[in-house]
């Protein structure tokens, strides 16, 4: 297996809205009052990756779309770095 550098950007195949976060998730605010999105993003380059969305609305999950365009980023969540997918518009806007 070897390192391949990919572009950070593909688009959003799959997805879902939790409202029962997973322990770490919790730690960082995430719940039933603070639901965060979920998702499959084929990326660019080939490969898929589950990931969290954002930029999306979680309190009306029928306005998100499937091939939406997304962009890797990596941000700090409590004491860990997660890397998440943000809609590319905000990136742009």
Not at 27 to 34: A, I, L, M, S
Not at 47 to 66: C, F, H, L, N
Not at 69 to 85: C, K, Q, S
Request: with cysteine.
């Amino acid at each position: 297996m070897t390192w391949t550098e990919m572009s950070g950007e593909g688009k959003l195949a799959a997805f879902t809205v939790i409202h029962i976060p997973p322990t770490h998730m919790a730690e960082v605010g995430y719940g039933r009052d603070n639901p965060y999105c979920s998702g499959i993003v084929r990326l660019n380059d080939g490969p898929a990756i589950s990931a969290q969305i954002m930029g999306v609305d979680v309190t009306k999950p029928e306005s998100i779309r499937i091939d939406t365009p997304l962009r890797a980023e990596f941000i700090e969540m409590g004491e860990r770095t997660a890397l998440v997918f943000l809609v590319e518009r905000i990136l742009i806007g």
